[in-house]
């Protein structure tokens, strides 16, 4: 092999040829660095007379000479900040490629070939324009880390599962709506972000993720966690801020390692008692949820000393549900206005309430009695109007039952939901809901069926 001097240092002739055509193709020279870090721009280093590293950040390149293929010891090549939307094939050369970064960039087909690299540990293609991975993914074994985040991809093919050796992946602001049940096959991932997609359920087998330590899911559409969640016994951060959460399974208290659970900005409207179970904990943040009560979990933590955000005063209820329940009041009594009215002009004790944005005041009072006579009437009302076949109050189904949340029990909400909504034949109370709780209250649900049948 014989060895030429370039830019001051021992390279073979072939390799020199290689950077010596890139600088022409470029336009700028190279410089030789101690070693390749991010932004390294025009940048080469070498060890044991061979090159080892090679950055061109920044370089507007659009394209690679062939040539790149004879540098066979390279381990570190970062082409980010480019307009690259295509490699040359010899890149699958690099048999001693172990870091190949190619963030923004305009790729919008994936460069496959990049998969018959058997040393890459580490791969990023942030912020291009890639709607899918081929399945051939599943054969970059030595994976340790891959960025996929910043792309346009709705799928993950399940061969993402073969990457045994995956400890890291990014697939951040994707149009994913759901993952591949191969996910939980990766037994060494560590880190798993997939924050800002579309996803609105976790499949089962994300309980497997036996090493996962950090899992971020913000900004999503999730509804539902599934129990097997609490096999994450290795997990430290749980990111599910701005989701559509209603409520958490008994099992989350089982991740024995959990040190932040964030669940900002979701519909949570109750909290498990099993959160007392998360010994680790050490900041909770459950803050813009219209939460009901408080359960005493929450006390059993703070008194741990968990940081959680905003105050749990006594008034913690009425400050929390100030901003989302008073706002739902306020509107389901407009809707009900006159109905309201009425009901409490019949009765001496609620004449001091008469304001559309008094509702909450009213039923959340700390006097029992005007808040139970306020409950009875309101009832009273509704059902007479049903049992007279006159038009109901109109009330939006999830209203309602939000309604009925804030201000009755289980068993009493699903009698006011049917006799409020039954009238109305565009209202369907689904059938799961009534076979539940049709043993507790049985006239009503006789009525309901009795009414819809006659309504055909």
Request: aromatic letters at 8%; hydrophobic letters at 35%.
């Amino acid at each position: 092999m014989k060895f030429i001097s370039f830019r001051g240092c021992q390279i073979p002739e072939s390799e020199a040829h290689v950077l010596k055509a890139l600088e022409t193709h470029i336009g700028k020279q190279f410089t030789q660095v101690d070693k390749i870090t991010v932004k390294t721009q025009m940048g080469f280093s070498v060890e044991n007379k061979r090159v080892t590293g090679l950055g061109l950040f920044y370089c507007e390149i659009s394209s690679l000479p062939e040539s790149i293929g004879n540098l066979t010891s390279l381990e570190i090549l970062d082409l980010d900040l480019n307009q690259l939307s295509t490699l040359p094939e010899a890149i699958r050369q690099l048999s001693s490629l172990k870091y190949l970064s190619l963030d923004d960039n305009v790729f919008s087909t994936f460069p496959e070939f990049i998969c018959d690299l058997k040393s890459l540990e580490n791969f990023g293609i942030l912020n291009n324009k890639l709607s899918e991975l081929p399945d051939s993914i599943g054969k970059l074994s030595s994976i340790k880390v891959l960025a996929l985040a910043d792309n346009q991809l709705t799928r993950l093919p399940e061969t993402i599962g073969d990457l045994r050796s995956l400890q890291t992946l990014w697939v951040n602001n994707n149009k994913l709506s759901k993952l591949p049940e191969s996910i939980g096959q990766l037994s060494s991932l560590k880190k798993l972000a997939l924050t800002m997609n579309q996803l609105s359920t976790l499949p089962e087998s994300i309980g497997n993720l036996s090493s996962l330590k950090r899992l971020e899911l913000f900004d999503n559409r999730i509804t539902k966690l599934p129990e097997s969640i609490g096999n994450l016994t290795s997990l430290e951060f749980l990111n599910l801020d701005k989701n559509k959460l209603t409520n958490l399974p008994n099992s989350i208290g089982e991740l024995s390692s959990l040190r932040t659970l964030i669940l900002v900005f979701n519909k949570l409207i109750t909290l498990p008692e099993s959160l007392s179970k998360l010994e680790k904990l050490k900041r909770l943040d459950f803050r813009y949820n219209p939460l009901m009560t408080l359960p005493k979990a929450i006390k059993v933590l703070k008194d741990r000393g968990v940081e959680i955000p905003g105050k749990l005063s006594s008034k913690y209820n009425r400050k929390q549900i100030a901003g989302g329940q008073r706002e739902l009041l306020g509107l389901l009594w407009k809707q009900i206005g006159t109905t309201i009215d009425n009901i409490f002009k019949s009765d001496d004790e609620l004449q001091k309430y008469k304001k559309t944005d008094d509702a909450y005041d009213i039923f959340t009072s700390n006097d029992n009695s005007i808040r139970e006579a306020a409950k009875k009437r309101l009832k009273e009302h509704l059902f007479n109007e049903a049992d007279n076949k006159l038009s109901s109050p109109s009330l939006r189904y999830n209203l309602v039952q939000d309604l009925n949340k804030i201000l009755f029990d289980r068993k009493e909400a699903i009698a006011l939901t049917c006799a409020a909504l039954n009238p109305n034949p565009t209202i369907t109370i689904p059938s799961e809901v009534l076979e539940k709780f049709s043993s507790a209250w049985p006239r009503v649900f006789a009525y309901y069926y009795t009414r819809n049948e006659n309504t055909g």
